[in-house]
Structures are given as C-alpha cells and as structure tokens.
C-alpha cells in the first residue's frame, strides 16, 4: 500500500484508497440518521417554530426534508466518489452547519440546545479528513452560532443579550475541532510508521530470502505439523523434489529426515547423523528450534557431506602443493649439480658403458627437472590476469607455433572457430593449457592429416573449447583418476602432473576443464567465460 498524499490537491484526492470513502459513507449514514429523527420530530410535532422568529412551520419542514433528501443524493456522490474526496467532505459539512444554525434561529437560538449537535459533525469530519479544513468548519459553526444570536438580539431589541453561552458553545467547537486536528495528526503518524515497519519488515523478508537462498547447506523451515513452510534451492538440490508439491510435508522429501526431526522433537540428540538421499547425496540434518518448545516447528540446515569432503581433500591438495613446491625448489640445486657433473663424466668417458650410463643420469635429471618446473608452474597457478582474446586468431597462431616446435605436420592439425568469438583469459595460462593438450593429442593420436581438430564454440556466455584426437581414447576405468595428480596412463612418459596443472590452471581463469564423450578417440573441453 503506498502512502496517501493527504494536501488539498486534485491530484492527491484522485488517488485516496477506499477506506477515507468507506469512512464517509459511514459519517453520511449518520447523518441520514439525524434527519430522520429531525423529519419525524418535525411531523409529529415534536420539533415547533419560536414565534418570536417570525417564520412559520413550512419553512421548518421545508429545511427538515430538504436536509434529508441532501443525505440521501449525498449517498449517490459517495458511490460515485464525484465530485473527488475533498470537496465533498467540505460541502457536506458546511451544509451540516447551515442547518443545524438554521434550525437554532428557528427553535429560539442557543437555549435549544441544537448547537450540541454540531460537535460529533466537527470530530467526524476532522477525523476522515485526517485533520485538514477542521479549524475552519469550528470557525463557520462558531460564525454561524454568534450570527444568529447577534440576529435574534437585533430583531427582539434585547440590548442586554448574553453572549457568554455562545461564546462557551464556539469554545467548545474549536477544542473538539483541535482534538480531532490532534487525533488525525496522530492517526497519519501512525499510519506512516506502520507502512515504514511494513516497508522494512518486508525488506528484510526479501534480505532473508536472498541469504537463504544463496547458502550453501539447504535449509528447510517446518511448522509444528511437520508442513514444509519454505526451502531454498540448495535443499530442493540434495533432497530432490517431494512427491507431493501441495502443502508437502518433510516425509514427502525424504521419510529417514522425518523421522529423524520427530527424534529430535523428542529431546534426542542426533549426534553425527548421516541420510542417504534420493539423488545419492550424503546429508548431515542439524535442527535448530523456531520457538523454546521443540514442537513449535525448526529450521533445519542440510549440510552436504560431499561436498565437505571435497573442500576438505581441495585444502589438503592446496597444502600438499604448497609442500611439494617448496620441496621442489630445494632439489633443483642438488639436480642441476647431478646434471653438470654428469656432462663432465660424459666428456671423459671413452667406454661404450660409462657412456650409456651418463646418458641414463642425464635422461632422468630432465625429467626430474622437467617435474619441478610443472610443480613450481602449480604453484603459481593463482596469478591470473584475464585479459581479451580473439579466439580464432589465437587458435591459428598457436597451431603455427606448434607445429615449428614440436615438429606435427601442419596437416594434422585443423580448427574451427568463429572469427568473432572473444573469451576473458589469462594468455600464458591459455597457452599452458592447451600446449599441454595438444601435446597429449599428438602422442597418443595416428598421427595422420586431420588427426587433432581444435573447435571452439559459443554457448550462452560461454565459450567452449574441443580439442579432440583420434587415438585410442581414455578407458572407462581410468577416467575418474584422469586428473588426479601425478597419475599416468603411460609409464615412460611424463610426470603424471600435466592434466592436473591444466584443470588448476584453467579453475584460476574461471574456467573449467573436462574430458567429455566422443565418437573417437579422446576429447577434452575447456570452457571459459566470454569477454563481457
């Protein structure tokens, strides 16, 4: 509900809700009231013309009826909300207190106690009309009182008339008409702070939702009879979805989690406990109580095992790269050492056994030199500095480089790649990446024209990368391992350390690297984020 401009503009009475003309149709039915008893009394006699006056009783039952019929069109007008807010309260009580005066001069002035009257029309007007215009309606009816008793004491030629009772009714307008200015003030200050707390209140309804929604562990909220009241993604994510989407119940997602909520209603404690869920999940429940009594409904946090251990096992390879690295640099002195004092031995050497055997030495400090620089590469895998790449115009330029330094055939290589795909990446990681893989494709592929095809397409704000041979492919059973550190598939070659580095390297760019199925051979994406 957006706050109601309350100022005497036309604008601001367009846009008034329902409940200011619900309350002045409520103000009008009392004012219909009043005519009735004023027209019955006027009928029955009841209601008789001062003589002193000099007017007769048609014009009493004349301004009684008119008066009637003035509510009920007034009726209509509401209905009709014409003419707008404002004007109407105006006109209705200014037409109250021209005949209510009116009907004081009739019946003899102050002393009939008519001018009472006049009093719940003021409060009723200050109050809907939330305290505009109320001082100046209590100053019509305080003119209107001391008109007609200045007009009484003219045309009686009482020159010692008594204004004191006027005087004391015109008081008592304006102290009703200020208490309802005070009220009204009171009623829209209220009104306003509580459409800021509704503000606020909803505000942080929606910060909840958005904390909720983007942590990590699932989180369910349940009533007392166990109704699923709300849930975030994460939680629809490990449970799955219930079998029923109306008013579901925790049991409906997964019975052992109900179960489990219903033992801890009960005071037990659950300790490590561990459910299996339906999308093979590993899940650890820990309650939390909405209320002191358990019963009153929980929170319920859903942690995932899984991917508790895989952060765990993330930490631990983060700290087994850190020591190896360290480890690495320290045996680079001693392997540099058994490199040169190898070539030493081989330039004295003049036997076909010493020669074979510095060769061997010389062999293996490479490789181990090689494995070092991979470790110390892994080690600086962080400093990533993305920048722009025209992907196509990369692509071509590194199949050139390869094939001048690792001496592949330039028929064996082939891209496909759109001329204006653009991809955010750091370059010489981009280069390790693929130099890696291309490598790869090259030992294990025919080694025939078309062998390795390089593709690289868009997908939705991603670019995705195909580097694809035509070798044997990788076999089933050693694909999960593919990645893991210092795993090979071959045990002549390499350090086991190229993938791992690859995937780490492209994990620090945002991207990610996968080996993905084929119809030959083996096939690797790696997918990156495009320059936005």
């Known amino acids: ?19 200011f003309w619900r309350s002045l149709l409520l103000f009008n039915l009392y004012r219909l009231v009043i005519a009735c008893i004023l027209a019955i009394a006027a009928v029955t006699l009841s209601l008789q013309v001062e003589p002193d006056t000099g007017m007769t009783r048609t014009t009493l039952t004349a301004l009684v009826f008119g008066y009637l019929l003035f509510s009920v069109v007034s009726f209509l007008t509401i209905k009709r909300r014409w003419p707008i807010f404002n004007i109407q309260i105006t006109a209705q009580v200014t037409v109250d207190i021209v005949i209510i005066i009116s009907l004081m001069y009739l019946k003899g002035g102050i002393a009939s106690g008519l001018g009472l009257l006049l009093m719940p029309y003021l409060a009723g007007a200050g109050m809907i009309s939330r305290g505009k215009m109320t001082l100046f309606h209590a100053s019509i009816a305080s003119i209107g009182v001391l008109f007609i008793e200045s007009l009484r004491m003219l045309t009686q030629g009482d020159v010692k008339a008594d204004f004191s009772q006027p005087a004391l009714l015109c008081l008592g307008y304006f102290a009703t008409a200020w208490l309802a200015h005070r009220l009204a003030q009171y009623a829209t200050e209220s009104e306003r702070v509580a459409l800021q707390r509704g503000i606020d209140l909803a505000n942080l309804a929606q910060i909840n939702q958005l904390v909720i929604q983007d942590m990590p562990d699932g989180v369910i909220v349940i009533d007392h009879a166990g109704l699923v009241r709300s849930h975030n993604h994460q939680a629809e994510r490990l449970l799955g979805p219930p079998r029923i989407t109306e008013k579901p119940k925790l049991s409906d997602y997964l019975p052992s989690l109900e179960a489990a909520a219903s033992n801890w209603r009960q005071g037990h404690t659950q300790g490590d406990l561990t459910l299996k869920t339906p999308t093979g999940k590993l899940i650890h429940p820990r309650f939390v109580p909405i209320a002191a009594d358990r019963n009153a409904g929980a929170v319920i946090f859903l942690e995932d095992i899984n991917r508790q251990q895989a952060m765990s096992q993330q930490m631990k390879l983060a700290a087994l790269g850190r020591l190896t690295a360290n480890i690495a640099h320290e045996v680079r002195n001693p392997l540099s050492s058994i490199s040169h004092a190898a070539e030493l031995l081989a330039e004295d050497a003049h036997d076909p056994l010493t020669k074979k055997l510095t060769r061997i030495i010389r062999d293996n400090t490479k490789r181990l030199d090689a494995m070092v620089q991979d470790i110390l590469q892994l080690n600086r895998r962080d400093r990533a500095q993305p920048e722009q790449i025209r992907l196509a115009s990369y692509l071509h330029a590194f199949i050139d480089e390869a094939v001048q330094a690792e001496g592949i055939p330039a028929d064996v290589l082939s891209v496909a790649c759109p001329e204006d795909l653009v991809i955010g990446f750091d370059r010489n990681h981009l280069h390790q990446v693929l130099w890696n893989l291309v490598r790869n494709a090259w030992r294990y592929c025919r080694q025939q024209p078309g062998s390795i095809v390089l593709t690289a397409h868009l997908d939705g704000h991603q670019a995705n990368i195909d580097i694809n041979d035509d070798g044997p492919g990788v076999k089933p ?56």
């Not at 509900?1 to 409940?19: D, I, L, S, W």
């Not at 390499?494 to 690297?513: K, M, P």
């Not at 790696?526 to 936005?532: G, I, M, Y």
């Open 1 to 19: 509900m957006a706050y109601v401009p309350y100022p005497y503009t036309r604008h601001a009475n367009q846009h008034y809700p329902g409940a």
């Open 477 to 532: 059973e050693l694909r999960a391992q593919l990645f893991e550190p210092f795993f090979t598939t071959d045990d002549s070659h390499g350090s086991g350390l190229g993938l791992y580095i690859a995937r780490e390297v492209a994990a620090a760019n945002h991207a990610s690297l996968d080996l993905i199925d084929s119809d030959r051979g083996a096939a690797f994406r790696l997918t990156c984020r495009t320059w936005q």
